[in-house]
């Protein structure tokens, strides 16, 4: 049974930084993973996430939506199974449920092409 399960989010100021954990397990390692953020407010429906990063199997390849290029660092240890997200400079467009997720199909920015995802942990960014 496929399990991802999401830490380190909370209350950061603007301009500072926090690093997202996501802790996998009942698979084997060789998926590519990503980040999705679910803003508040925004349409709860899962293929309304916003893309936020994603990462090779391998860590050889990392993609990055637009709004956290040059911010955010997305890296994986799959020794220990954990994927993260290193959150720099975070601005309060950042807010917003962030979940971690294993890729299933071609693109790496789509959620429809993820299979499984995590329950998702909160970051709130005040300015």
């Known amino acids: 049974q496929v399990q991802l399960v999401e830490s380190g989010g909370g209350l950061v100021q603007a301009g500072g930084s926090l690093r997202l954990s996501c802790a996998m397990s009942g698979h084997k390692i060789d998926y590519a993973m990503g980040w999705f953020r679910q803003a508040p407010g925004k349409a709860r429906e899962f293929v309304a996430r916003e893309f936020v990063a994603a990462i090779t199997w391998d860590g050889g390849e990392r993609y990055y939506g637009e709004p956290v290029k040059g911010r955010f660092i997305i890296s994986r240890d799959n020794a220990k199974s954990v994927i993260f997200l290193q959150m720099n400079d975070v601005k309060p467009e950042d807010t917003a449920v962030y979940y971690c997720?294993?890729?299933?199909?071609?693109?790496?920015?789509?959620?429809?092409?993820?299979?499984?995802w995590g329950q998702g942990t909160q970051v709130t960014v005040s300015s």
């Open positions: 997720a294993r890729r299933g199909g071609i693109s790496y920015d789509n959620p429809q092409d993820y299979t499984y």
